[in-house]
């Protein structure tokens, strides 16, 4: 496929639905060869080459849970042996109260493993995903550009989201280091901070477990509407982009105007 990402390699975690979905469609769109990874949703993650195979695209997939340090080397060194370099990344793989798969809950209740296990895979995660593609693409000496997947949660904390916004905020610091670090080598590092964004699990689970959330999450919004998985994916299409070329170290809102309040 041609595309402005011709030639390139795109590596996108937790890309087995929803934003990582879509920006896995969209950087095969754009002419990159995706590997997207899941920890456990293969099924969805084997969908998402599907789709991408059936537009003309190259693509597969690969189990890691991204809290594991040799499984994000593993990850990233399987990259290449497999479409031969690094350009592009995505670090996106995340987990957040919702209310079915993680409960909401106060400081006081929180327990201690809950805690380290959301710092383990949204700040530790992000962390050891940068470590080894950064690694790569200081080696292949081409510079490249990576997102991260912050979260609003990052400037407007929520009661019973104490681990996922503390994680969160940690991540705004962590991508700014990066992207300093990265500098010297034209490795650009950025984040998107979602705002409420539907067609994804955390949405899905959220509005299943209490109804009314769908229009408290329309109300707060400034645009009064959700977001979709293919708005966060075009603005991670364009950070990395060349048409973002002087832009690293950032943490971009895509809220619809909600941290603007």
Same mark, same amino acid.
């Given at each position: 496929m041609g595309g402005i990402f011709a030639g390139k390699v795109a590596l996108v975690t937790g890309g087995a639905s929803g934003i990582g979905r879509a920006t896995a469609l969209l950087f095969a769109r754009a002419g990159a060869r995706v590997l997207v990874s899941t920890d456990a949703n293969l099924a969805?993650?084997?969908?998402?080459c599907d789709m991408i195979a059936e537009a003309g695209g190259e693509a597969s997939y690969v189990q890691c849970d991204v809290a594991a340090e040799a499984e994000v080397e593993a990850l990233v060194a399987e990259?290449?042996?497999? /479409?031969?370099?690094?350009?592009?990344?995505?670090n996106n793989a995340g987990i957040g109260p919702d209310g079915v798969?993680?409960?909401?809950?106060?400081?006081?209740? $929180?327990?201690?493993?809950?805690?380290d296990r959301t710092l383990d895979i949204n700040l530790k995660g992000v962390f050891l995903c940068l470590k080894y593609e950064m690694r790569q693409m200081v080696t292949q000496g081409s510079g490249g550009a990576i997102v991260n997947t912050s979260s609003v949660g990052a400037l407007k904390p929520l009661p019973g989201f104490s681990a996922y916004?503390?994680?969160?905020?940690?991540l705004n610091v962590l991508t700014k280091?990066?992207?300093?670090?990265?500098?010297?080598?034209?490795?650009?590092?950025?984040?998107? $901070?979602?705002?409420p964004t539907q067609n994804t699990l955390l949405f899905e689970y959220?509005?299943?477990?209490?109804p009314q959330e769908k229009t408290n999450m329309e109300n707060a919004v400034p645009l009064s509407?959700?977001? /979709?998985?293919?708005? $966060?994916?075009?603005?991670?299409?364009?950070?990395?982009?060349?048409a973002a070329s002087f832009i690293t170290g950032q943490c971009l809102a895509v809220d619809g105007g909600l941290t603007a309040r």
């Open positions: 969805g993650c084997s969908e998402t990259c290449v042996r497999r /479409y031969g370099r690094l350009d592009l990344a995505f798969r993680v409960p909401l809950l106060s400081i006081t209740d $929180m327990p201690v493993e809950l805690w916004s503390a994680s969160k905020a940690g280091t990066a992207a300093l670090e990265g500098a010297p080598h034209n490795i650009r590092v950025n984040a998107i $901070m979602p705002g959220l509005t299943t477990s209490n509407r959700l977001g /979709y998985p293919q708005d $966060m994916a075009e603005a991670v299409l364009w950070l990395c982009s060349d």
